[in-house]
């Protein structure tokens, strides 16, 4: 007949509510998910008659939102003074890569142009540099994402500097992943602005900041 040994059930006791907890929390952890500011399509690109090159600098800026983590606020939030930083909930690179590369492969698809922006140009060759700098990016759960944005036009040859600065709104649905989608609507609307003002440029006009 096994003996009932009290020390011996209070030591196995802790280490199974130990397990126990561990396993909840385990089931409790949402997943991590993953989400792009790329365009799903990319628009048809125009035939161009001669090369353009387009150089996009890095993107300027809050130290705040140069993180992989989405930067939220919730819509009751009083005067938006709050902010969460989703662990689980990331861009597939920092906020400011993701922005960057998207606008990039965006302006140069609108014209038809080619990127130079991390692979360099030929010398003597000639490119529109393009300086973007994010002033407020306001990411608002089941209600809207809100940014602001200015930006630079300078070739490298010659002609002055153009200088642009837009606010845009994206009403979304309800859900992190709508706002994920709305902040890469509203991207795909810089893109638009920014392609359009090189064109303007382009043709000796002065640049429209206008976004579609």
Not at 28 to 47: C, D, F, K, M
Not at 192 to 198: E, L, R
């Amino acid at each position: 007949m096994t003996r009932y040994h009290p020390s011996r059930w209070a030591s196995i006791a802790p280490i199974g509510a130990l397990a126990g907890a561990l396993l909840a929390a385990a089931c409790s952890t949402a997943p991590t998910r993953y989400y792009s500011l790329a365009e799903a399509t990319q628009p048809a690109r125009p035939v161009a008659a001669a090369p353009l090159f387009i150089e996009l600098a890095p993107v300027a800026m809050p130290e705040r939102f140069a993180r992989p983590e989405m930067v939220v606020r919730a819509k009751d939030s009083a005067g938006g003074a709050q902010v969460s930083i989703l662990e689980e909930r990331l861009w597939a690179s920092s906020f400011e890569s993701e922005l960057h590369d998207a606008l990039a492969s965006g302006i140069a698809n609108r014209l038809g142009a080619v990127d130079i922006s991390r692979a360099g140009r030929a010398q003597g060759r000639p490119a529109v540099r393009v300086a973007v700098q994010l002033l407020q990016f306001d990411a608002v759960v089941d209600s809207r994402v809100d940014a602001a944005f200015s930006w630079t036009l300078r070739r490298t040859d010659e002609g002055p500097v153009a200088a642009c600065q837009l606010s845009l709104s994206e009403p979304v649905a309800t859900g992190v992943d709508a706002l994920a989608q709305g902040a890469r609507h509203l991207t795909s609307r810089l893109a638009d602005a920014i392609a359009a003002s090189v064109s303007a440029q382009q043709a000796g006009k002065q640049p429209v900041c206008a976004a579609g």
